[in-house]
């Protein structure tokens, strides 16, 4: 790959992985919640989710898709049920019970119990509209015919390298409100908001 494409790539990546979608307002409702420590298993799902996305797109699911429009349709369904159910599971809890939300004191419970899974946050991004979106462009624009699978494989390692930390300060910054978020009301405003950042996410679907 010339070097102006690659420059030009891990723009894309830390652009892609840096504004604000599903993911990333999933970790900062994360780290506020939980914490840096307790949501290491969320960011390596995103990414493990995300990487074989990448793989299955460069072996022909995006053409599959191109070529059978009613598996995109199905393909959007299935996006924005996933995204209102995660939304319900923030705002629910704030809407509905009167706990704190963030964890504070041993005897005071949260109203999100715990943080997405490894295994939960990867298969939350065959669900995800942005994670397609990112990597049908990945493969759309900074491949070749004759290098697909080297310039697949490059595109993956700077979605682990880059975007990685990218995805985790939102997590840090999330973290960072955690003492602010131990007022009741606080906190369910926050997650109130996290919910409708979330459910505005759905945008792309749209499109």
Not at 77 to 102: D, E, H, M, N, Q
Not at 132 to 158: E, H, K, N, V
Request: charged share 10%; aromatic share 10%.
């Amino acid at each position: 790959m010339p070097i102006e494409q690659l420059i030009a790539l891990m723009g894309f990546v830390v652009v892609m992985t840096g504004t604000p979608g599903p993911n990333n307002m999933m970790l900062l409702a994360s780290g506020a919640n939980f914490g840096f420590r307790r949501s290491i298993p969320h960011i390596l799902g995103i990414t493990v989710g995300c990487q074989s996305l990448l793989m299955a797109i460069a072996l022909g699911l995006g053409q599959l898709l191109m070529r059978f429009p009613v598996l995109e349709l199905v393909l959007k369904v299935l996006c924005g049920g996933a995204l209102l159910y995660l939304t319900w599971g923030l705002v629910k809890p704030a809407l509905f019970r009167s706990v704190i939300v963030v964890q504070g004191a041993a005897d005071q419970q949260p109203v999100v119990s715990k943080p997405l899974t490894l295994w939960q946050a990867a298969v939350f991004q065959w669900v995800n509209p942005k994670a397609w979106m990112m990597m049908l462009t990945a493969i759309a624009t900074y491949t070749q015919p004759q290098t697909l699978w080297s310039d697949t494989l490059l595109i993956g390692f700077l979605f682990a390298v880059l975007g990685m930390p990218v995805i985790s300060m939102w997590n840090l910054f999330g973290a960072s409100l955690r003492k602010f978020l131990l007022d009741p009301l606080k906190a369910r405003v926050f997650n109130l908001v996290m919910g409708v950042l979330l459910l505005g996410s759905m945008y792309p679907l749209f499109q």
